[in-house]
């Protein structure tokens, strides 16, 4: 029965959760779209930089990174090796660091005056953005320092994801006859989560972030 | 509540529900940034005095009638519905900020408290809990917008009064038509407030400067914005705007006040004619000769203190600061400053109410940063800010004299 | 223009800044019982057109002003 569970996680819901992902912020654009503008100016002052420019500088460009390094799930670019990198990038830092940041942000939540200004979406989105971090570090740190003959290299996961945006599915078996498929289960499981609970969340600021901050400089 | 009126007060919220307000019900992410931002949380840490925790008693609505996660796990984003808790604490949100957007300049993702606590006030207004006082003003100057005939007579008789004041100042031989009204075609409209020095000050400038100007009937202050009644506000200031078209004037130029260049600069669209402050007119007579000022006339350590809505909101940051360096030797700039200077605390119509221990307070950031710098003499181009700055002055017991950029101009004119 | 009227209560206005005049005689007014006088004392231009447009949206009447140099003292009864 966890077989076809996971089956169903690891490719249905994969393409459900991207579905809703990409409809969901169509939606809400389409909504920003055909909503009312502000008839003045929201401008604040001095604009140093021009509109553009400004805003990418202000707008949180950590996700690209994010992105970046997913994008190698998918296969080899050039692009990306400009810079010589094992994948994935950063040795298992990045999840190391994303984990004490998400930390950081949840043990702060415990604290005044954050504590008031919380809402249980606060708490929920941290713990689980944490353990999808967590559990993907450990899929990560354990293949690349090969702890136990770990034996999940980033060519299954290719293989894995290659085959999902060929729209051609399937489960390698190094993924799905390993001890790890549990943990691999769960980490698709909970990234499914926040992609489908993206659009319809504070994590929404992704998006609007841009949309903001052009505001502040129209 | 009853239910009509909860009716009354989501149709409020559905018509408030525009783009901006969209990016941020979803964009806020509580990230408490703001916190160390607003003056009214520096001078008294409480929740619903930070910006994020007054816009969120206005976000838990908005996700409650208006967003689908709201309504569907109303738990999940403590969404919460119109209740009198509720309206209480959105008065005490919307009612301790002043509108400076000091946070919107701090916040990663430029969100406009400001903006949201103009929807609160709107929600009040309807309520029935907006304050007397704002809501008893704005009705006069609607009033006097809709009979302003009746008021023309008494209105030139004291400004005849005043021209005499300007004339001795400028030693002129005749006091006729040196505050002119009703004037067609002119290249500036002056818009002034109630108080003599916001009419002689500029005038003696204007005169000085030899300008086609004429003065407008009404005051540049809008109650029905500090309100935060929509209608009533569009109306008082549309008597500008169609005063200021009648008489095809070129350039309507705001008297030193922030919320009425603000209003006319900012939110009322596109407009058939400039708008400037009084304090960009002055800078521009200086600048090409038409006016000639002391040079470091004042030995006395001077600083300016921004209104928000000309520095943060408005762009002027240099003019005044120009105007200043040349009349004044020992110049003084406050920590922080320009678009990180803090707010006085008598904005958004704060000043106008019964709240001074409130407004002494929160003005504490304003009080440490005046005091730093050591100067005897405090400018500012806003008549709600030098008053709230008297305030602090008289709360705080501090040796300063707080004066208006015109005032100081108009003290060393060279005529 | 009467001197004669008798004002209850006298307030001084003089000098002070924008909006303070009307809400001071608002605040004051409501103290008051109907009938009574008020006469305030300003030197505010824009009290001339303030005033009236303030009695005429509150209902209250302006009996007379009178007008001295630069101060002016409007003389305000409270209707209701």
């Given at each position: 029965m966890w077989d076809k569970i996971f089956h169903y996680v690891l490719i249905h819901m994969v393409y459900l959760a991207f579905a809703v992902f990409f409809g969901g912020i169509l939606f809400k654009l389409i909504i920003v779209l055909f909503s009312k503008k502000f008839k003045g100016s929201l401008a604040t002052y001095p604009r140093k930089l021009p509109r553009p420019i400004g805003i990418a500088a202000e707008a949180l460009i950590a996700m690209v990174l994010l992105v970046l390094g997913h994008l190698e799930l998918i296969k080899e670019f050039k692009f990306i090796q400009i810079i010589k990198h094992d994948v994935f990038l950063g040795a298992g830092f990045v999840g190391i660091t994303f984990m004490i940041c998400t930390l950081y942000f949840l043990f702060r939540r415990f604290k005044s005056p954050w504590r008031e200004i919380s809402v249980p979406e606060d708490f929920l989105l941290l713990i689980l953005l944490f353990l999808t971090t967590v559990i993907g570090s450990h899929l990560h740190i354990g293949e690349r320092y090969e702890m136990a003959q770990f034996g999940l290299n980033a060519e299954l996961y290719r293989e894995y994801f290659g085959s999902l945006v060929a729209f051609k599915p399937v489960i390698p078996e190094g993924i799905s006859l390993s001890p790890h498929y549990v943990l691999v289960a769960l980490h698709i499981f909970l990234a499914n989560l926040v992609l489908m609970m993206l659009p319809f969340s504070k994590m929404m600021h992704m998006v609007f972030a841009f949309l903001s901050l052009n505001l502040k400089r129209k | 509540m009853e239910k009509s009126q909860i009716k009354e007060l989501k149709s409020i919220l559905k018509s408030r529900y525009n783009r901006p307000m969209k990016y941020y019900i979803d964009t806020?992410?509580?990230?408490?940034?703001?916190y160390d931002t607003c003056h009214a949380y520096d001078g008294i840490p409480k929740k619903e005095f930070s910006p994020v925790g007054r816009a969120e008693v206005l976000r838990k609505l908005y996700k409650r009638y208006r967003s689908l996660s709201g309504m569907l796990f109303p738990y999940f984003t403590d969404a919460a519905g119109f209740s009198d808790k509720v309206m209480d604490q959105l008065h005490e949100a919307a009612w301790s900020c002043t509108g400076c957007r000091r946070c919107m300049v701090n916040c990663p993702f430029g969100i406009d408290t400001g903006m949201m606590m103009g929807v609160a006030k709107h929600l009040l207004v309807a309520y029935g809990t907006a304050p007397e006082e704002l809501v008893m003003l704005a009705d006069a100057a609607v009033e006097k917008g809709k009979s302003i005939d009746e008021f023309k007579e008494g209105y030139r008789g004291v400004i005849k009064d005043l021209e005499k004041t300007v004339q001795q100042k400028l030693n002129l031989p005749s006091p006729e038509n040196l505050i002119p009204m009703e004037k067609m075609n002119a290249d500036i409209m002056y818009v002034g407030l109630a108080g003599a020095h916001s009419i002689v000050n500029p005038a003696i400038i204007f005169n000085a400067a030899k300008e086609n100007w004429t003065l407008s009937y009404f005051e540049g202050v809008n109650f029905g914005f500090f309100a935060g009644d929509p209608e009533k506000a569009n109306f008082i200031a549309q008597r500008i705007i169609k005063e200021a078209v009648a008489l095809n004037v070129k350039e309507v130029v705001m008297v030193e006040c922030g919320t009425a260049f603000r209003i006319l600069h900012s939110l009322m669209g596109e407009l058939p004619f400039k708008v400037s402050s009084i304090v960009e007119v002055i800078y521009r007579y200086m600048e090409s000769g038409k006016i000639k000022l002391k040079k470091n006339a004042v030995t006395e350590a001077v600083t300016y203190h921004d209104p928000c809505q000309l520095g943060r909101n408005g762009g002027i940051f240099e003019e005044p600061r120009d105007i200043l360096k040349h009349i004044v030797s020992d110049y003084r700039e406050m920590t922080p400053t320009r678009e990180h200077n803090w707010c006085c605390g008598g904005g958004g119509g704060l000043g106008a109410l019964d709240n001074e221990e409130f407004r002494i307070k929160t003005g504490k950031p304003k009080k440490d940063q005046i005091v730093k710098t050591g100067a005897k003499i405090v400018v500012s181009a806003c008549e709600n800010c030098v008053s709230q700055l008297q305030v602090i002055k008289s709360g705080y017991g501090l040796d300063i004299e707080v004066k208006y950029l015109t005032e100081i101009v108009c003290e060393n004119l060279d005529v | 223009m009467s001197t004669e009227i008798k004002a209850d209560i006298n307030m001084d206005l003089k000098g002070i800044a924008c909006p303070m005049p009307v809400i001071k005689v608002s605040q004051q007014i409501k103290k008051m019982q109907v009938g009574q006088i008020l006469a305030a004392e300003t030197t505010d231009p824009g009290a001339h057109a303030d005033f009236p447009a303030w009695a005429k949206s509150t209902g209250n009447e302006i009996v007379a002003t009178e007008k001295k140099d630069a101060v002016t003292v409007f003389f305000i009864k409270k209707l209701k």
């Open positions: - | 806020c992410t509580r990230c408490g940034l703001c | -």
